[in-house]
């Protein structure tokens, strides 16, 4: 678990981080989100001591960190950058072995956690002796991912990991993290200021403007609840598609009736889907208005067929009676 308290950081008598306060239980993933220059990178860098805060306090499984060493406290925690920050001269085996090799690990445990590693993130083996210019910046993203789990640390920090990345692999490297098994109990603190990423990717989200927190929690409680105007404005542009994508189609079955499949092909969907994403997939298809099914979460039995156009009806009901 990693509890903050009343963080702050000035830099030359300018405040960058404004008493800020948060806590991220473990398994948990946080996004620290808002616009550049917001405090939400220097709150990170606070994590692990890579900038020393002015006053207030981060606690770490029970512990101070001013009470660590630094370099020891890093050891223990996994850090992906938005540049990746490979070392040129460095092969992909010699990258992913470096905090192994810092905590001295013997080479046997090194190269069977490297292997172990590469077929995680979905590299070749050949890959092991290329150097970072020998590869696509996906490619990069990805050693730069199995270099912060080499230790299999409990808390990763991730500073807009995919932020360097063009959209069609920035998409494809979002879904290949958010399906990785090692880290769904790891506790993942993560930066970014793309609205969508942070509902993708985050349990909670930390919502912050000019060093202080404007509005913390799950993405559907920002979407629908903003507690002030900033909350209310930093979502304005894209409120339709955020509030679609917050929804899920298990929190419109109340409001559906099923009825009997007609159709011979039939797009078949999770209760956990959200709406947004199912309106993509069947436009994109040549189902669109064509029925639909929805299955369970472990996708075992069927509970009902509907369309698109019930869907955004039972949308807009729940939508009315949450305003009542």
Not at 85 to 91: A, D, I, K, M, N
Not at 129 to 143: A, D, I, K, M
Not at 238 to 265: A, M
Request: net charge neutral; with cysteine.
């Amino acid at each position: 678990m990693i509890k903050a308290s009343n963080l702050t950081k000035t830099f030359d008598g300018s405040t960058a981080v404004d008493n800020v306060s948060f806590s991220v239980e473990c398994g948990e993933t946080l996004v620290l989100l808002g616009t550049s220059g917001c405090g939400k990178t220097t709150t990170l860098k606070m994590i692990n001591r890579l900038i020393e805060p002015t006053s207030g306090k981060l606690v770490i499984e029970g512990k101070d960190i001013q009470e660590q060493k630094p370099e020891n406290l890093r050891k223990q925690i996994g850090y992906v950058i938005q540049n990746i920050g490979l070392f040129p001269h460095y092969t992909v085996e010699q990258s992913i072995a470096i905090v192994p090799n810092l905590l001295n690990w013997d080479k046997k445990r090194i190269a069977k956690r490297t292997l172990e590693l590469m077929e995680l993130v979905g590299l070749p083996l050949e890959y092991l002796q290329r150097h970072p210019n020998e590869l696509s910046g996906g490619q990069q993203q990805r050693v730069g991912l199995a270099r912060a789990l080499a230790a299999d640390p409990s808390i990763v920090l991730l500073d807009e990991p995919f932020g360097a990345l063009d959209p069609i692999t920035r998409r494809q490297i979002q879904e290949e993290f958010k399906n990785l098994e090692t880290l769904l109990h790891k506790t993942m603190v993560l930066v970014t200021h793309d609205v969508f990423e942070a509902i993708d990717l985050g349990d909670r989200i930390c919502l912050m403007d000019r060093g202080k927190v404007q509005q913390m929690g799950t993405a559907k409680e920002l979407i629908f609840s903003p507690e002030n105007e900033f909350s209310k404005s930093f979502f304005q542009a894209k409120r339709f598609q955020l509030e679609l994508k917050v929804t899920k189609l298990k929190d419109l079955l109340p409001e559906i009736q099923s009825h009997d499949i007609k159709d011979k092909d039939v797009k078949t969907f999770s209760t956990d889907d959200n709406l947004l994403d199912v309106l993509e997939t069947m436009e994109k298809s040549s189902l669109k208005n064509s029925t639909l099914q929805i299955q369970d979460s472990s996708f075992q039995s069927p509970i009902l067929n509907t369309t698109c156009e019930e869907l955004l009806s039972a949308f807009y009901k729940i939508k009315s009676k949450q305003k009542c």
